[in-house]
């Protein structure tokens, strides 16, 4: 069985940016229903425990929205309750994020002593002007004091920081990173912004660098990050050594992932069957409270075809710079090589892959043109 690793969504924010497209909902009357939505995750984590009974959670990633609204007594209680029905590696990575804007030393002290030793800081720019573009509720001062904080009490916490911004120019980026890094963050996810459907700048697009000027900007970041002892082990993940983000890779190597919460996605093995299921949960809040305690909180389950499979595997470990080995697509999947060595032998034609033996993994060409890759394993590319 691949690796188990458990997600959690807490659906609110104070507001909702103009770039985002997760499942986030602004708050209502500045109060969340913290105690009746940890009710509720305890509800559907029970009905999803038979799919992974005895299995070990290598990892916890406490997502959203903003899950730095909940209080840390909140997530201690949270966690202690996953504790008595889950088996949770003592090693465990267990990440929450964080708004920059919505944390102080008490909370970020709480955090740590509720058991969370991961923690992940949604500040995405220091430049003031860009924050107000990107409906931020923070500015570059109280991202510099929560980082500090969070330099204070966690060894293990990252960046989120975008790049790609509103008329933003090389050296403009390169501050951005020149500023997270003085606080020697032992991981960065450093991402271009894009232009996602069902959002506002989708809608209404503010004036970005084009994809040359971005190619640049993304150049210089890496050859800065580089010099500061970052591997870019991912497309827009930066790890000191030791420091890669397990949830994360878990997700990039194909490993099963539960997951519990409004709009929260699953992907689960069965050995037995030999299948992988995904699931969904109910994405509004309210709906999802309403029915956490019974089957239809799960609004669609679907069993993988071959194509599926195949298809999804490369998605994911495409994104990692040291890719795959021929092991463990077989392990991972349950298909022979063969259902897709003639579209890797055509990648590596194109210099998108190369194969070394039992290893696979994109060259920067393929990286930079990674949908082009992943055309190749789909059921029409022939």
């Known amino acids: 069985m691949p690796p188990l690793s458990l997600y959690i969504h807490i659906p609110w924010c104070v507001q909702k940016c103009p770039y985002c497209d997760f499942n986030s909902h602004a708050v209502q009357h500045n109060t969340v229903p913290e105690q009746a939505y940890i009710r509720a995750l305890l509800a559907d984590l029970e009905q999803d425990l038979p799919k992974i009974w005895g299995r070990k959670i290598i990892s916890i990633f406490i997502g959203g929205g903003t899950p730095s609204l909940f209080s840390p007594e909140s997530i201690d209680l949270l966690l202690m309750e996953l504790r008595a029905r889950l088996n949770i590696l003592p090693q465990a990575e267990i990440t929450l994020e964080a708004n920059v804007g919505t944390v102080d030393n008490a909370h970020i002290e709480g955090f740590k002593q509720a058991g969370i030793n991961r923690l992940s800081l949604g500040v995405q720019s220091f430049d003031e002007h860009q924050l107000k573009i990107l409906g931020r509720i923070h500015n570059g001062e109280q991202a510099a004091h929560a980082l500090s904080l ?71 970041g890496q050859k800065l990050l580089a010099q500061y002892g970052y591997e870019n082990y991912e497309i827009s993940g930066y790890a000191q050594k030791g420091q890669r983000c397990k949830h994360n890779l878990n997700y990039w190597q194909f490993g099963d992932y539960l997951g519990i919460g409004a709009g929260a996605h699953g ?116």
Not at 268 to 290: C, E, F, G, V, W
């Open 267 to 382: 992907k689960i093995s069965d050995a037995a069957q030999n299948t992988i299921t995904r699931m969904s949960k109910q994405r509004h809040p309210q709906m999802y409270l309403d029915t956490a305690h019974t089957p239809e909180v799960i609004v669609q389950q679907t069993q993988l075809d071959t194509d599926d499979i195949q298809l999804e595997f490369m998605l994911n470990a495409l994104r990692l710079k040291q890719g795959f080995t021929i092991s463990d697509f077989e392990s991972h999947t349950g298909l022979e090589f063969s259902a897709v060595s003639h579209s890797i032998a055509q990648a590596c034609q194109n210099n998108w892959l190369i194969q070394q033996g039992e290893q696979i993994y994109p060259t920067a060409l393929g990286q930079q043109f990674l949908n082009d890759v992943l055309a190749l394993f789909m059921p029409d590319s022939d």
């Open 150 to 220: 969070a330099q204070q009490h966690f060894e293990q916490f990252n960046i989120d920081l975008m790049f790609g911004l509103p008329q933003q120019t090389v050296d403009m980026a390169l501050q951005d990173l020149y500023a997270a890094l003085q606080f020697k963050p032992p991981h960065l996810s450093w991402y271009q912004l894009t232009l996602e459907p069902n959002t506002w700048f989708y809608h209404h697009p503010p004036d970005v660098p084009t994809d040359d000027e971005t190619w640049e900007i993304q150049q210089a």
